[in-house]
Each structure stands twice: as C-alpha cells, then as structure tokens.
C-alpha cells in the first residue's frame, strides 16, 4: 500500500516527513507498559524531552494529538478569563479551546504575517481580570514566530497569571526555554519538529500551574495534569500509551541527542533562511513570505502565490513533492513549506529548484 508520495519529499508543515528507521522502530513487540522495560523507555525518553522544552521538570508524555495536550493547558492552569494572543489560525484554536473548556476569552490579534505588538500585550494585562494568557510560539498557519521570552517578562509582572504557551511547531526546532522564560504550560506533539509520526502529545509545566489545578474543579478525567504528576513521576502514564509510537520516540530521541539540540536548531534556522531568500530570489513569479521580514518561523514558510495554492499542490504531486495548503481566510491563495523535523537544506532545495520550475510554466 502507497500513498505515491517518495520518501524524502513530503514537506507539509505536520504531519512531517518520518524517517524509516523511526517508522522500523515501531513495529518492536508489544510489551506491557508498566513493566520495567517500559519504565526504562520513559526514563530515557524524558530526560532528552527536558532539554528540548528547556526544564528541570518531567515532561508528560500524553497519548492524543496536540489538542489533547492544548486542553490540558487550558482545564489545569487557567480560571475564568484569559487573554488569547493570536498570530494566525492556530492561536485562534487555542481560544476556542478555551471557549469549548467555558473560560471567557479576550482575543488580541496580528495583523497577517506580523505579531501583537508587546505594548498591546501589557496594556491589556494592565486592564486586568486576566488569569493566563495563551499563546502560540511557532504560528504554523502563516510560519511566524513569537517572541515567547519577551511575552513572559511581561506575563511575569502580573503576580497570578500564567503563561500557556502552544509550541507544537517550535519544539524540537527552535529553543524552547520553560524555566527560564517562566512558561507555565508548553505543548507540542510528535508529528512537527520531532519527526515522529502523530498520536503523542507532549506537555511541560511548571509548579504554578499545578498548584492552580489543584483548586481547579473541572479537571475532567483524561486530561487531568495531577494524575500525570502522579504517573510521570514514576516513569509511567495514566493510562495504557500508544506503545508503538514511544518505540518511535525512544529511538528518535537518542538521534536527536546525536544531532544535539544546538544543531538541531541551527539547521532549522538555516532551512528556513535558504526558503526565504529562495522566495526573494523568486518575487518575479509574484511569490512573496507571509511573514514580516525577521519574523519567520523556522519550521514552516507560508508563501503568497498568485497560482492557486490547489493548482501549486498538484503540480508539485506530479513532481511527487507533497506541500501545505494554506489555511482560514488564505487556504486559496498560499501554500506552506514544511522544513522541519528531519529535513536538511539540500533536500529542501532540491525542492524548491523542482517548485521554481512548476510556478514558472504557467
Ligand atoms: C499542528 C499544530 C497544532 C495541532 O495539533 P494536532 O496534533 O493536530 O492536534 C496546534 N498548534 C500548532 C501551532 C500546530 O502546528
């Protein structure tokens, strides 16, 4: 069975391109997940999850997409009202969330391509009544990245609220720096920067936020974060993982160790700076970066084309490259380059030569 899409050529922005080795790892036996061997797994796997998510503390391993891991952040560390800052299509699912959780949300939104000016964060805060803020660090709708750090200095002056921050494009490809920043909750999920194939949802907090669920009553049961303090603690999970996929993270987690988180990133930076200066290269084809210039992400690239995105998608699965649509208000209009997780600059490029030719035959 084959879906048509060439190893190597599938640059959608998540899920990502796998490699065969982490898809071999996957098809181990089956072992009973709170024997040691498993516990073992946990113990290996969470110590390289701390440093790509920047904390001292364990980091919850969930089984789910990475909504799962959004509403946990929402049902354990916020109260009432939140303030949602949005960058895109994925920082407004954040704020649903929070809606479908019966949190009130106020919205401050960018302007395509560009992010909420920090002053209009503060002012906001200033107004008050605010128990988290919600945020997302990689906008992988239109490729713009956050300044997270500069969020949390900010989150930082108002005693009791919290910093909920969605980073399922930007773990694992850019720093991630928890502690330090004074994130409270950071959510990712396997199938972006990781590389692994999707079903796990990855969740750091801190200390605060644990306290706060601890007075929280509508915890629920699946998403409760006591109970993964409980299991995290002692290299287990609540309830029975996706076995096959922490076969996948335990082997994908050891090359990422390899690689080195400092290389990681830096080769993230770099395919997102070669896409980039690709597209600049190319404006004569009327393409041009959703994102404001020193504002990309360095996962995904969203580009304005003037060929439809559905016609751009087509002509490059005949190439067999697969691409990201666009999404919301631009799915006609752009298309998305996946570079994240395993990709390397020279694959990308081979890609964009291939994309330079099929935007050029009109
Ligand atoms: C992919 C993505 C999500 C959604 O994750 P699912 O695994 O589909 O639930 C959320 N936020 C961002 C920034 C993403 O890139």
């Given at each position: 069975m084959s879906f048509g899409i060439p190893a190597g050529k599938f640059f959608v922005p998540g899920p990502t391109e796998v490699r065969a080795e982490v898809l071999v790892a996957m098809s181990q036996p089956m072992t009973f997940h709170r024997d040691p061997p498993m516990e073992a797994l946990m113990a290996r796997v969470t110590t390289t999850l701390c440093s790509v998510f920047g904390t001292a503390r364990r980091v919850h391993v969930l089984t789910g997409s990475g909504t799962s891991a959004m509403e946990l952040a929402i049902r354990?560390?916020?109260?009432k009202n939140v303030l949602s800052v949005i960058h895109g299509d994925f920082g407004e699912r954040f704020a649903r969330i929070a809606e479908a959780c019966g949190r009130a949300v106020t919205r401050l939104k960018a302007e395509p391509g560009d992010v909420v000016p920090l002053d209009r964060i503060r002012e906001a805060l200033q107004r008050g009544g605010f128990d988290a803020v919600l945020v997302t660090?990689?906008?992988?709708?239109?490729g713009v990245l956050a300044d997270v750090a500069a969020i949390g200095r900010i989150v930082a002056e108002r005693g009791d609220c919290l910093l909920l921050v969605d980073a399922v494009s930007a773990a694992g490809a850019t720093p991630v720096e928890s502690d330090a920043w004074g994130l409270d909750a950071v959510v990712s999920a396997?199938?972006?920067?990781?590389?692994?194939?999707?079903?796990l949802a990855f969740a750091a907090v801190s200390e605060r936020l644990v306290a706060r669920a601890r007075t929280l009553p509508d915890r629920g049961a699946y998403l409760d974060v006591l109970k993964y303090e409980d299991f995290t603690a002692r290299q287990q999970s609540p309830t029975t993982p996706a076995i096959p996929l922490l076969y996948a993270l335990d082997r994908q987690m050891a090359d990422v160790e390899k690689e080195t988180l400092p290389g990681r990133f830096t080769r993230h930076a770099s395919m997102a700076k070669a896409c980039v200066e690709w597209v600049g290269r190319h404006e004569h084809l009327g393409i041009s970066v959703m994102a404001r210039a020193g504002l990309g992400s360095p996962a995904v690239t969203c580009i304005k084309s003037p060929i439809p995105t559905r016609e751009v998608q087509a002509r490059m699965r005949k190439e067999g490259y697969e691409l990201g649509g666009g999404q919301a208000e631009f799915i006609a209009n752009t298309f998305r380059v996946?570079?994240?997780?395993?990709?390397?600059v020279g694959g990308m490029g081979a890609m964009l030569d291939v994309l330079g030719s099929v935007l050029q035959s009109r």
């Open positions: 354990n560390g916020t109260v660090h990689s906008e992988t709708a239109l396997s199938q972006k920067a990781l590389a692994l194939p999707p079903g996946g570079h994240m997780g395993d990709h390397t």
